[in-house]
């Protein structure tokens, strides 16, 4: 059974304190794993799609990588307004996504 | 922003009344889906569609049924609403292959 594994649940961090988030998944015949950004009331947002393993991606504070058991969202010199749920997710052929159960961060001033 | 619309945003309703939530998408993708989510449990997928009239159960499906009679509409009915199914709801289309997935703004429907 396909299953992507997140942690920690919540991590919560001073204003500048790098970090990282854990996407851990077994789905067979990975074809594309996704990162997410949910703020409160709102739906996920598309932050970054991995393909390969050693594939990185970056966006700001945030980079992505990707190896052949695990992804890995690392966050530099976090501000307040990174505060969010991310969400990973994993797709293989025309199997339908699943999604990890997020990692809530709070990052203080 | 991806052409994708959930209506309506806000629901109240009553126990063992039906009710039908609606994702309108523009982006011709093939596939779409219903999640429900709650807290402690993140996004849970409810049902899938990979074409028209061509769908399928998630791991909640129960209570819950689908149509998709074309491309651009995917329904979600409650056929008789329970206290359990008070829920933001989420829609979310993705082409073929490992495309992402975009989402609508969601549906949050309370069942008194």
């Known amino acids: 059974e396909d299953q992507v594994t997140q942690s920690p649940e919540a991590l919560r961090l001073q204003e500048g304190e790098s970090s990282s988030l854990n996407c851990s998944y077994t789905v067979s015949g990975l074809r594309g794993l996704f990162w997410y950004r949910q703020d409160p009331g709102k739906g996920p947002e598309f932050l970054f799609t991995?393909?390969?393993a050693g594939e990185e991606k970056e966006k700001e504070r945030l980079k992505a990588t990707l190896t052949k058991k695990e992804s890995f969202l690392h966050i530099t010199a976090p501000k307040p307004e990174d505060s969010a749920t991310y969400l990973c997710?994993?797709?293989?052929?025309?199997?339908?996504?699943?999604f990890g159960k997020g990692t809530r961060l709070s990052v203080i001033a | 922003d991806a052409g994708i619309t959930q209506s309506p945003r806000h629901k109240v309703t009553e126990t063992g009344t039906p009710v039908t939530l609606r994702c309108h998408q523009t982006?011709?993708?093939?596939?779409m889906y219903w999640y429900r989510q709650d807290p402690g449990h993140g996004l849970r997928l409810i049902h899938y569609s990979y074409g028209v009239k061509d769908t399928d159960k998630g791991e909640v499906s129960d209570g819950y049924s689908v149509s998709r009679s074309k491309t651009e509409d995917f329904l979600l009915t409650l056929e008789s609403a329970t206290s359990s199914q008070t829920s933001v709801y989420f829609c979310a289309i993705h082409g073929t292959g490992g495309t992402e997935a975009f989402f609508g703004q969601g549906t949050r429907l309370t069942v008194v």
């Open positions: 991995l393909y390969s």
């Open positions: 997710a994993g797709v293989s052929g025309n199997t339908p996504l699943v």
């Open positions: 982006e011709n993708h093939r596939y």
